[in-house]
C-alpha cells in the first residue's frame, strides 16, 4: 500500500512540473500511459502538505527568482545539501569513535566494581550526554528528559552497584520509553535505593517506594482529576528552581518529612510496576501532606527531569493549550488621529457608506464564484487589488488541473482560503516582509474622542495586532477573515491594516508629497493606495524606479515610481492619453494578472496561462478575461487578443468604427501594440 502511495505521489509532482512548465501535450501522454487514479493528488496545496514542503515553498516564493514547480525546489535543495551532508558525515564518524572510546572506557570501570563518587565530576563522565547528542542529534522530547535523567548527584555517596555503561546509555536513547521501561525492570531486581539517591531514575526520588511505604500510609488520588494547563506551568516552575527564593530563611525540613512529599511525587511519575502516570503529577503536588513546606525543600540540589514540553508531560491536548501569545493594542484617539490625517488628510474627515459597506463577498453567478462583488463606487481599488491576489492564489498557487473551469468554479471554502492569503500577501508586503498588522473590529468603543477629531464609529472600536512572521499573520487572518468577506467593514480594515503594517511615517516618506492622501475625492482610491496594496509602497507613480526633475538653480525634484518587478500588473487608460507612463515592473508582471485603471475606475484582467508572463512566443494570439465587480457582470467575459501580424483583417473591420473601441481595449494596447481584441459574442463595455 505504501508503495501504491509513493508511486501516485511521485506521479503527482511529475504531472505538477509539466503543468508548471506549460507541457500540455507531455502530461496528454503520461496521462495516456499512466492514467490517474482516485488517490492522484491534483491540487498543489494538497500536495505541498503532503509532502511537507510549505516551509520550502515559502523560502522559495521568497527569493527575487523564484522556482515554478515544487520539482525544480526539491532538487535545488538536495544539491545545495551536498556540502553539508560531508561535514555532517565527518561529525559521525568523530562521534562514533568517542563513542567506542567510552564505551571501552566504562567498561573497564564498570569491571573495578564500584564507582568512587569523585568520577562522577569528572569530565570523561560528564561527556556522556553530548555523546549521544552528537550520535543522534534529532530527538524526541521524551529521548531527552531520558537521557537527562541520567545526571549524577554532586553529593552521591558510594554505592555497591555502578552506573550503566555508554552503550546502554546511547541504547536508551534510541529507543524511547521501550528501553526505560526495560532499565526500569533491571533495576527493580537490584538495589533500588541507591540508585534513585544517585538521581539516575526519572522524578526528583529521596528514597525508595518501600521505604516511604513504611513511613506513612498510602494515599490514592480520584482517577477522575487530571492536570490542567496551569497546574503543568506551576509544576514547570517549580521543577525549574522558580520557587526556591524562601529556601535560606526558612529552616530545611526533617529528612522523614522530605522523603514524604517527594513520594508524593514519585507515585504521580512512576507506579509499583515501573509504568508512567504523568498526568497525576501536579495533582499530587497539590495534594501532598501539608506538613513539610515545599521552599523548604532542596530543590537546587535535586536531581529533576528537565520539562522542556509541558503538553507532553501532562498530556493535555494541543488544542487545549493558550494560544501564543500576540502583541494586541487597542485603538487610541492619537492613533486614529494620525490614520485619518493620512487616509483623508483631515481628523475631521469619515468614510462614506460605500466604504462601509463594502466588504470581500464573493459572486454565486455560475462560472463567477471567484469574484468579489462591488456593492457601490468608491473602493474599487481596494477591491481590485485584492481580487487579483485572490485569483494569483486560485490559479497559480492552489491548483495543478489544466481545466480552466476547475481552476475557476470554486467552492466557498477554498475562496475563503484564497481570501485569507490574499490579505497576508498584501500585507506582508506591506511591512517589507519584516512585521504586518491586523486592525479586528471589536465591536465596542475603545476611547472616547476629544478635541478636533470627529468620530464615526469605526475607528474608535478597533484593535490591532502586530506579528512578526507569515505564519503568524496566515493564522490570524485566517481566523477573522470573516470580518473581512462578510463584515460591515471589511474593505476599511484591509485599509487600516496595510497603513499601520507600513505605519504611516514610511508611507509619507513613499509619497512625493508628504501631505499626500490614500483617498481622494468623492471617496475613489488614490495610486498611493493602489501601489500600497499592489507592491508595499505608496509610491505616487507607475514608472520603474525613480525620477529626477530639474526644478532650475541646481535644484532636483524626486519623484518615486516601482522599484522591483511586481506579482500583479497594472494597465492604465492614462498611458494611452499620455498623461503617465507605466513601466515595465507594473507591464510586465510575474503573473498575467493586470489591475485596469479606465475611467476613474479599477477592474482585473487576467490570463489563465503563467506563460504569457515568461514566454514572449505567447503573445501571438491569446485569451484575457475580464472581471469588474461592480458590473453586475452574470457570466465570463473572455477576450481574444491578437498580435498586429495576426490580425489585418479585424485591423480593418475596427477601422470603420475606431471612434467607438471600448476604453478596455485601448488599456490592452498600451502593452500589446497595435493589438485586435475580440470579445467573442459579448458585447463590449463602453
Same mark, same amino acid.
Given at each position: 500500500?505504501?508503495?501504491? @502511495?509513493?508511486? =501516485?505521489?511521485?506521479?503527482?509532482?511529475?504531472?505538477?512540473?509539466?503543468?508548471?512548465?506549460?507541457?500540455?501535450?507531455?502530461?496528454?501522454?503520461?496521462?495516456? &500511459?499512466?492514467?490517474?487514479?482516485? *488517490? *492522484?493528488?491534483?491540487?498543489?496545496?494538497?500536495?505541498?502538505?503532503?509532502?511537507?514542503?510549505?516551509?520550502?515553498?515559502?523560502?522559495?516564493?521568497?527569493?527575487?527568482?523564484?522556482?515554478? *514547480?515544487?520539482?525544480?525546489?526539491?532538487?535545488?535543495?538536495?544539491?545545495?545539501?551536498?556540502?553539508?551532508?560531508?561535514?555532517?558525515?565527518?561529525?559521525?564518524?568523530?562521534?562514533?569513535?568517542? =563513542?567506542?572510546?567510552?564505551?571501552?572506557?566504562?567498561?573497564?570501570?564498570?569491571?573495578?566494581?564500584?564507582?568512587?563518587?569523585?568520577?562522577?565530576?569528572?569530565?570523561?563522565?560528564?561527556?556522556?550526554? !553530548?555523546?549521544?547528542?552528537?550520535?543522534?542529534?534529532?530527538?524526541?522530547?521524551?529521548? +531527552?528528559?531520558?537521557?537527562?535523567?541520567?545526571?549524577?548527584?554532586?553529593?552521591?555517596?558510594?554505592?555497591?552497584?555502578?552506573?550503566?555503561?555508554?552503550?546502554?546509555?546511547?541504547?536508551?536513547s534510541k529507543e524511547g520509553f521501550l528501553s526505560e521501561k526495560n532499565i526500569l525492570d533491571t533495576d527493580s531486581k537490584k #538495589?533500588?535505593?541507591?540508585?534513585?539517591?544517585?538521581?539516575?531514575?526519572?522524578?526528583?526520588?529521596?528514597?525508595?517506594?518501600?521505604?516511604?511505604?513504611? /513511613?506513612?500510609?498510602?494515599?490514592?488520588?480520584?482517577?477522575?482529576?487530571?492536570?490542567?494547563?496551569?497546574?503543568?506551568? =506551576?509544576?514547570?516552575?517549580?521543577?525549574?528552581?522558580?520557587?526556591?527564593? #524562601?529556601?535560606?530563611?526558612?529552616?530545611?525540613?526533617?529528612?522523614?518529612? &522530605?522523603?514524604?512529599?517527594?513520594?508524593?511525587?514519585?507515585?504521580?511519575?512512576?507506579?509499583?510496576?515501573?509504568?508512567?502516570?504523568?498526568?497525576?503529577?501536579?495533582?499530587?503536588?497539590?495534594?501532598?501532606?501539608?506538613?513539610?513546606?515545599?521552599?523548604?525543600?532542596?530543590?537546587?540540589?535535586?536531581?529533576?527531569?528537565?520539562?522542556?514540553?509541558?503538553?507532553?508531560?501532562?498530556?493535555?491536548?494541543?488544542?487545549?493549550?493558550?494560544?501564543?501569545?500576540?502583541?494586541?493594542?487597542?485603538?487610541?484617539?492619537?492613533?486614529?488621529?494620525?490614520?485619518?490625517?493620512?487616509? %483623508?488628510?483631515?481628523?475631521?474627515?469619515? %468614510?462614506?457608506?460605500?466604504?462601509?459597506?463594502?466588504?470581500?463577498?464573493?459572486?454565486?453567478?455560475?462560472?463567477?464564484?471567484?469574484?468579489?462583488?462591488?456593492?457601490?463606487?468608491?473602493?474599487?481599488?481596494?477591491?481590485?487589488?485584492?481580487?487579483? %491576489?485572490?485569483?494569483?492564489?486560485?490559479?497559480?498557487? =492552489? !491548483?495543478?488541473?489544466?481545466?480552466?473551469?476547475?481552476?475557476?468554479?470554486?467552492?466557498?471554502?477554498?475562496?475563503?482560503?484564497?481570501?485569507? /492569503?490574499?490579505?497576508?500577501?498584501?500585507?506582508? /508586503?506591506?511591512?517589507?516582509?519584516?512585521?504586518?498588522?491586523?486592525?479586528?473590529?471589536?465591536?465596542?468603543?475603545?476611547?472616547?474622542?476629544?478635541?478636533?477629531?470627529?468620530?464615526?464609529?469605526?475607528?474608535?472600536?478597533?484593535?490591532?495586532?502586530?506579528?512578526?512572521?507569515?505564519?503568524?499573520?496566515?493564522?490570524?487572518?485566517? +481566523?477573522?477573515?470573516?470580518?473581512?468577506?462578510?463584515?460591515?467593514?471589511?474593505?476599511?480594515?484591509?485599509?487600516?491594516?496595510?497603513?499601520?503594517?507600513?505605519?504611516?511615517?514610511?508611507?509619507?516618506?513613499?509619497?512625493?508629497?508628504?501631505?499626500?492622501?490614500?483617498?481622494?475625492?468623492?471617496?475613489?482610491?488614490?495610486?498611493?493606495?493602489?501601489?500600497?496594496?499592489?507592491?508595499?509602497?505608496?509610491?505616487?507613480?507607475?514608472? @520603474?524606479?525613480?525620477? +529626477?526633475?530639474?526644478?532650475? #538653480?541646481?535644484?532636483?525634484?524626486?519623484?518615486?515610481?516601482?522599484?522591483s518587478r511586481c506579482n500583479i500588473g497594472l494597465l492604465s487608460l492614462f498611458e494611452h492619453y499620455n498623461i503617465c507612463k507605466?513601466?515595465?515592473?507594473?507591464?510586465?508582471?510575474?503573473?498575467?494578472?493586470?489591475?485596469?485603471?479606465?475611467? !476613474?475606475?479599477?477592474?482585473?484582467?487576467?490570463?489563465?496561462?503563467?506563460?504569457?508572463?515568461?514566454?514572449?512566443?505567447? &503573445?501571438? &494570439?491569446?485569451?484575457?478575461?475580464?472581471?469588474?465587480?461592480?458590473? #453586475?457582470?452574470?457570466?465570463?467575459?473572455?477576450?481574444?487578443?491578437?498580435?498586429?501580424?495576426?490580425?489585418?483583417?479585424?485591423?480593418?473591420?475596427?477601422?470603420?468604427?475606431?471612434?467607438?473601441?471600448?476604453?478596455?481595449?485601448?488599456?490592452?494596447?498600451?502593452?500589446?501594440?497595435?493589438?485586435?481584441?475580440?470579445?467573442?459574442?459579448?458585447?463590449?463595455?463602453?
Amino acid at each position: 500500500m505504501m508503495d501504491k @502511495d509513493v508511486e =501516485e505521489l511521485s506521479a503527482s509532482l511529475v504531472r505538477e512540473y509539466l503543468s508548471r512548465k506549460g507541457l500540455k501535450k507531455t502530461i496528454a501522454c503520461m496521462d495516456e &500511459e499512466l492514467p490517474r487514479t482516485n *488517490s *492522484s493528488v491534483n491540487n498543489r496545496s494538497d500536495l505541498r502538505r503532503i509532502l511537507h514542503l510549505e516551509g520550502l515553498y515559502k523560502q522559495n516564493k521568497a527569493e527575487e527568482h523564484p522556482f515554478k *514547480s515544487m520539482l525544480e525546489m526539491i532538487v535545488k535543495v538536495r544539491m545545495s545539501e551536498g556540502d553539508k551532508t560531508k561535514i555532517r558525515h565527518h561529525g559521525e564518524k568523530e562521534a562514533q569513535s568517542m =563513542e567506542q572510546t567510552m564505551s571501552i572506557d566504562m567498561s573497564v570501570k564498570s569491571e573495578l566494581g564500584c564507582m568512587e563518587s569523585p568520577l562522577y565530576d569528572s569530565p570523561r563522565f560528564s561527556e556522556i550526554n !553530548s555523546v549521544s547528542e552528537l550520535i543522534k542529534p534529532s530527538q524526541t522530547p521524551s529521548e +531527552k528528559t531520558l537521557k537527562k535523567s541520567f545526571a549524577v548527584h554532586p553529593e552521591s555517596e558510594r554505592s555497591e552497584h555502578c552506573l550503566p555503561s555508554s552503550h546502554d546509555l546511547i541504547t536508551v536513547s534510541k529507543e524511547g520509553f521501550l528501553s526505560e521501561k526495560n532499565i526500569l525492570d533491571t533495576d527493580s531486581k537490584k #538495589n533500588r535505593s541507591s540508585r534513585i539517591r544517585r538521581g539516575i531514575m526519572t522524578g526528583p526520588i529521596a528514597s525508595s517506594l518501600q521505604e516511604s511505604s513504611r /513511613r506513612r500510609p498510602a494515599r490514592k488520588a480520584p482517577s477522575s482529576l487530571t492536570a490542567t494547563t496551569e497546574d503543568c506551568r =506551576e509544576s514547570a516552575n517549580w521543577t525549574n528552581g522558580l520557587n526556591t527564593t #524562601n529556601t535560606k530563611s526558612n529552616p530545611p525540613a526533617s529528612l522523614e518529612g &522530605e522523603s514524604s512529599v517527594l513520594s508524593n511525587l514519585n507515585k504521580g511519575i512512576i507506579d509499583h510496576n515501573g509504568h508512567e502516570k504523568m498526568p497525576e503529577v501536579k495533582h499530587r503536588l497539590k495534594n501532598s501532606a501539608p506538613g513539610p513546606k515545599l521552599d523548604g525543600l532542596h530543590v537546587l540540589e535535586m536531581v529533576l527531569d528537565d520539562i522542556e514540553n509541558e503538553e507532553s508531560l501532562c498530556n493535555v491536548p494541543r488544542t487545549s493549550m493558550p494560544e501564543r501569545s500576540l502583541d494586541m493594542t487597542p485603538m487610541d484617539q492619537m492613533t486614529a488621529t494620525a490614520l485619518k490625517e493620512i487616509i %483623508f488628510g483631515s481628523p475631521m474627515a469619515c %468614510f462614506t457608506e460605500e466604504w462601509k459597506q463594502q466588504n470581500f463577498t464573493f459572486s454565486d453567478a455560475p462560472g463567477l464564484k471567484y469574484g468579489i462583488v462591488q456593492n457601490k463606487g468608491g473602493p474599487c481599488g481596494v477591491l481590485a487589488a485584492v481580487q487579483a %491576489f485572490v485569483l494569483l492564489n486560485l490559479l497559480f498557487e =492552489e !491548483s495543478s488541473s489544466d481545466s480552466l473551469d476547475e481552476r475557476l468554479e470554486v467552492s466557498n471554502v477554498l475562496r475563503t482560503k484564497c481570501l485569507s /492569503r490574499a490579505l497576508a500577501d498584501i500585507l506582508w /508586503r506591506a511591512g517589507n516582509m519584516k512585521r504586518a498588522a491586523v486592525a479586528i473590529n471589536t465591536g465596542r468603543s475603545l476611547f472616547i474622542p476629544i478635541g478636533r477629531y470627529k468620530t464615526d464609529g469605526i475607528l474608535e472600536m478597533i484593535t490591532y495586532v502586530t506579528v512578526e512572521t507569515l505564519d503568524d499573520l496566515t493564522l490570524v487572518l485566517e +481566523k477573522h477573515v470573516r470580518q473581512f468577506e462578510s463584515g460591515p467593514f471589511g474593505c476599511i480594515l484591509l485599509t487600516i491594516s496595510a497603513i499601520l503594517s507600513r505605519t504611516t511615517a514610511i508611507i509619507q516618506s513613499d509619497m512625493d508629497v508628504p501631505n499626500s492622501t490614500l483617498i481622494g475625492a468623492h471617496g475613489y482610491c488614490t495610486q498611493e493606495l493602489v501601489n500600497l496594496l499592489l507592491c508595499g509602497r505608496a509610491v505616487s507613480n507607475v514608472f @520603474d524606479d525613480e525620477m +529626477k526633475l530639474d526644478s532650475g #538653480n541646481g535644484n532636483f525634484t524626486l519623484l518615486k515610481g516601482i522599484k522591483s518587478r511586481c506579482n500583479i500588473g497594472l494597465l492604465s487608460l492614462f498611458e494611452h492619453y499620455n498623461i503617465c507612463k507605466v513601466g515595465s515592473h507594473l507591464k510586465t508582471p510575474k503573473f498575467p494578472i493586470w489591475v485596469v485603471c479606465s475611467e !476613474s475606475h479599477f477592474s482585473v484582467l487576467f490570463c489563465p496561462s503563467e506563460d504569457l508572463a515568461t514566454n514572449h512566443s505567447k &503573445e501571438e &494570439e491569446f485569451d484575457l478575461y475580464y472581471y469588474d465587480g461592480l458590473a #453586475n457582470q452574470q457570466e465570463p467575459i473572455r477576450l481574444t487578443v491578437y498580435s498586429e501580424s495576426c490580425a489585418a483583417e479585424s485591423a480593418q473591420r475596427d477601422n470603420a468604427d475606431g471612434d467607438l473601441i471600448p476604453p478596455l481595449e485601448l488599456c490592452i494596447r498600451t502593452k500589446w501594440r497595435n493589438a485586435v481584441v475580440s470579445w467573442n459574442d459579448t458585447d463590449p463595455i463602453l
